[in-house]
């Protein structure tokens, strides 16, 4: 039975986790399902916008599944475990479409470095986040102290890490990593993807793009896929691939 739903209602997408047995803690299984469904949404141009949310009630994610990682060595662990996670962070991370997390429920550990590689984050109210990775022992291996590290103010971050404090949903809005607080967080994300809908999905898109190039999501790859789609409308890529094509010499005119 699968872990992760996936539908489309109109030209919204939604990813939803259901492993209640574990409060949807992250398993490689799972973070495979998020991987192949996020490989589906890149293919279809229909979807504008991704809700990632969670049916169960009592927590949005409460981090990666120690029984699928506590019996792994240090090489194992360090090449599979965090690298396959970060692979999949990354990927929401810079998908073209923009993503809304949707936290009804406690985020903690992966749960957490999974709702910050989304574009925003709606929270209920009674939700908090947390990274308690240090009173196990390890430390935040899926963008923890890296990607939250551009999100959150430093001193904030070290609470959460080093001494092992929540953030509510009330502080996490006030310092901006939360979009909106909501009793009823599902629909409250909604609302903001129906408005995504009416917007220019390649606008958005190529915006999205420089946004991360600014901030330094995946820069280097941002920059050579701007840059790249300038050229792709260009006459004279036109005319550099026609003339490959019948092996001839180019004539460029710079448009």
């Known amino acids: 039975m699968s872990a992760v ?4 209602e109109g030209r919204i ?7 209640p047995g574990k409060l949807n803690a992250l398993s490689v299984p799972m973070l495979g399902e998020i991987d192949a469904r996020l490989g589906e949404i890149e293919r279809d141009p ?3 916008c991704v809700l990632l949310t969670a ?3 009592r927590a949005f994610c409460s981090g990666a599944d120690i029984a699928g990682w506590g019996h792994l060595g240090p090489a194992e662990f360090a090449r599979h475990w965090i690298r396959d996670g970060h692979r999949v962070f990354d990927r929401l991370a810079r998908l073209a479409r923009p993503t809304i997390a949707v936290i009804g429920a406690h985020a903690f550990g992966g749960g957490l470095e999974l709702a910050c590689a989304c574009d925003i984050r709606v929270m209920a109210p009674g939700a908090t986040l947390a990274l308690p990775e240090t009173s196990i022992g390890i430390v935040p291996g899926w963008s923890g102290t890296q990607r939250l590290a551009r999100l959150l103010p430093e ?14 949903a009330e502080r996490a809005q006030a310092l901006g990593f939360v ?20 917007l220019s ?3 958005c898109e190529v915006a999205k793009s420089m946004i991360h190039a600014g901030c330094g ?3 280097a790859a941002m920059v050579d896929a701007l840059a790249g789609a300038a050229m792709a409308s260009s006459a004279d890529r036109e005319e550099g691939v026609s003339a490959f094509l019948e092996k001839r010499k180019p004539t460029f005119t710079g448009s």
């Open 55 to 57: 049916v169960e009630s």
């Open 155 to 168: 001193p904030v971050l070290k609470e959460l890490v080093l001494f092992g404090r929540r953030l509510t």
């Open 13 to 19: 997408a939604e990813l939803r986790l259901d492993n």
């Open 201 to 203: 999905p390649r606008a």
């Open 46 to 48: 229909g979807i504008v």
């Open 5 to 8: 739903h996936f539908t489309i």
């Open 179 to 198: 979009a909106e607080v909501a009793d009823d967080p599902l629909a409250a994300a909604r609302d903001i993807a129906a408005r995504v809908v009416t």
């Open 217 to 219: 999501e995946d820069r």
